[in-house]
């Protein structure tokens, strides 16, 4: 005895991604709690496991905040406003006094599981940086083995402007012998420079840097000192807010937009970055005007898995966490078997087209009856076989699968327009009697719907009425291409030449009046 299932309740295969389509999406959103809002106080934060990590230089002390607000867990800061973090998840401060230069100046690296704190004195081998009110993100664990990488604008005591500034932690020391100041053709420093490490696509050590007053640019060692490549963003995008992100194969930018010092920011691939009208994802601003009095608009950002989630601090405004992650490409799915002339062969299959607002697969199909009882077979596979140098038909996972019977399943017309059951396990062909029909197939309930077209039905509205004996007359006066119109269910007479005249008319209305043909 034949099983069937209608509607069967089964789990869909896990599917895989391959379509360069992304989506992002608003995670929370908070008004940035009254301390932060003497925004002159509160110039930078970062985002960490959830949380946001703000510096206030007036009381000293690094707030963590959530989606309620503040958590009430706090972490010894700096006289600075400047905060960050290195790869490990440390966090960073300066103690170089705001806004006086980085002479003789400290920063503090905090582990936030155990608050415990770390000061480094920035060596003279470094240069003698200005002022610098901003920190970028680390290199490695600065606790440990690590960098940090500076500079300082035109303002404090012998600035030095013309380079970047490396402290080297090897050990959980200051290393002298690799403290010193990289020179780099095309730098414009600024007292809200922020300089970024990260490891690029190609697994190299990179520096992403950016100032409010000018294009940011990819550093790229050379010896000792670095290569820039300049990247271009609209009017003054940078805001200090340019991070970089390497996920999904790609590196990408994610970075603030027009209006300049709102909140709208942009994800685009480093490919396009010089081409702004093309990224991937863009939340508009969702303010009037800028916040705060020093354009600061803060985004940076974490990879796993399945996606990224981005994190915006725009002091004096709002504190948000976004998420960004890949769309899937539905997969192919071909059917199997005598179909539009095709023979059965694992390697040969109709593609379906992908219906995406439904989420499901579509097909106009004509079986021709070549059975010895007028039955043509069908089945359906996400992926064409390929044929083995031992002679056989190797499918490729996923592979075929069809009708949910001990059998190959007999269908009819007491089937029209059910959805019937669909599975990867043992699945058994269909067999249908020669004729059109629409299908449809559905990987999310796991089922395919199968109308057949019935002599008559000219017009596809799955009646015969008097709408087909009108459409019928218009394609017969006008041409057969006629919109709406459908010759394959036009020949009502069945005539061997298959002609539409005046004799299908005759027909349909006799089958309508009767009921028979």
């Known amino acids: 005895m034949k099983k069937l299932l209608l509607i069967a309740a089964m789990a869909a295969m896990a599917l895989g991604a391959s379509a360069d389509s992304y989506k992002i999406e608003k995670v929370w959103t908070l008004n940035a709690p009254t301390i932060f809002t003497a925004t002159n106080d509160v110039r930078q934060g970062f985002g960490m496991n959830g949380k946001f990590y703000i510096h206030n230089k007036v009381d000293q002390l690094v707030y963590e905040v959530d989606q309620n607000g503040l958590t009430g867990v706090t972490f010894e800061g700096g006289a600075n406003c400047g905060i960050s973090r290195d790869q490990a998840g440390n966090i960073i401060v300066s103690n170089a006094t705001f806004p006086g230069s980085w002479v003789e100046a400290t920063i503090k690296v905090i582990n936030p599981a155990t608050g415990d704190v770390v000061q480094y004195t920035v060596p003279e081998e470094t240069g003698l940086l200005g002022r610098c009110d901003f920190i970028g993100f680390a290199k490695g664990n600065l606790l440990e083995d690590g960098a940090l990488y500076l500079t300082g604008g035109n303002s404090g005591t012998d600035p030095y402007t013309d380079g970047i500034a490396i402290l080297t932690i090897t050990g959980g020391e200051v290393d002298y012998d690799y403290c010193y100041t990289a020179t780099c053709a ?14 690029d696509i190609n697994g190299e050590d990179a520096l992403l840097y950016a100032y409010r007053s000018g294009a940011p640019g990819k550093l790229l060692a050379d010896g000792d000192n670095f290569t820039r490549t300049g990247l271009i963003l609209p009017n003054k995008g940078a805001c200090n807010g340019i991070f970089p992100i390497v996920w999904d194969g790609k590196e990408f930018y994610l970075y603030p937009i027009l209006p300049n010092y709102q909140d709208g920011f942009a994800v685009a691939e480093s490919g396009t970055i010089n081409d702004p009208g093309t990224p991937i994802v863009t939340v508009p601003s969702s303010v009037a005007a800028n916040p705060n009095g020093f354009q600061g608009n803060w985004l940076n950002a974490e990879v796993d898995a ?7 601090y725009v002091p004096g405004g709002q504190i948000s966490v976004y998420r960004l992650t890949k769309e899937a490409d539905a997969p192919k799915v071909y059917i199997l078997g005598e179909v539009n002339e095709n023979s059965w062969a694992p390697n040969q299959g109709l593609l379906m087209d992908y219906d995406a607002e439904n989420k499901v697969y579509t097909a106009d199909v004509t079986f021709d009856g070549r059975g010895a009882s007028g039955e043509n077979y069908f089945s359906f596979t996400t992926e064409l076989a390929e044929f083995d140098d031992e002679g056989s038909w190797a499918y490729i996972a996923p592979f075929r699968f069809g009708a949910v019977s001990d059998n190959d399943f007999w269908f009819d017309d007491m089937y029209n327009g059910q959805p019937l059951g669909l599975t990867y396990e043992n699945g058994q062909a269909f067999r249908v009697m020669g004729g059109n029909y629409q299908m449809t197939v559905s990987l999310e309930d796991m089922t395919m719907t199968l109308w057949h077209w019935q002599l008559g039905d000219v ?33 009502c007479d069945r005539d061997e030449g298959e002609s539409i005249d005046v004799g299908d008319v005759t027909a349909l209305i006799s089958r309508i009046l009767t009921d028979e043909w």
Do not use: K, P
């Open 186 to 199: 095309g730098l414009s420093t600024n007292t809200s420079t922020v300089i970024n490490f990260y490891n």
């Open 306 to 312: 399945d996606g990224v989630t981005i994190y915006q």
């Open 459 to 491: 017009n596809h509205d799955r009646a015969i009425d008097v709408g087909d004996v009108t459409m019928l007359i218009s394609a017969i006066l006008n041409g057969s291409d006629v919109s709406g119109f459908y010759l394959s269910e036009a020949n």
